[in-house]
């Protein structure tokens, strides 16, 4: 079972970069799923949860109507559009997803029990 993220990068202040998570080994798709995002010396936050539907999200303040997650049941893939980039969103991102049982988007990291290794990105001022 694991996740794979990609997509991260360099981008000046205000680009744009596409993450992508993609599933393997099982399917995802009746999983809560979310993304995280670690700072050097900073704890994991939570950056962006997605319902087992796809309908449901929640977002914390600080990426809020700047950041889009999405998903692909079918293709067993997990998005998060970041647009507006700013410097402080500079971090290491994760894809994470929720046991089966869990229904609610959870903010917390340790609620979440499967987790890809993450990818890079880094915006410049």
């Known amino acids: 079972v694991q996740l794979q993220a990609s997509g991260g990068g360099s981008v000046q202040a205000g680009g744009s970069l596409r993450l992508s998570c993609a599933a393997s080994?099982?399917?995802?798709?009746?999983?809560?799923m979310g993304w995280f995002r670690q700072a050097p010396g900073k704890v994991r936050e939570f950056v962006a949860g997605?319902?087992?539907?796809?309908?449901?999200?929640n977002y914390p303040d600080s990426v809020k109507g700047r950041f889009t997650i999405s998903r692909d049941k079918d293709k067993n893939m997990l998005y998060l559009q970041m647009n507006s980039l700013k410097p402080e969103d500079t971090a290491v991102y994760y894809c994470?997803?929720?046991?089966?049982?869990?229904?609610?988007?959870?903010?917390?990291?340790?609620?979440?029990?499967?987790w890809g290794q993450g990818t890079q990105v880094t915006v410049s001022s």
């Open positions: 994470a997803a929720r046991k089966e049982s869990a229904v609610s988007i959870a903010t917390s990291r340790g609620l979440y029990d499967y």
């Open positions: 997605i319902n087992r539907s796809g309908v449901g999200s």
């Open positions: 080994g099982r399917t995802f798709s009746s999983n809560v």
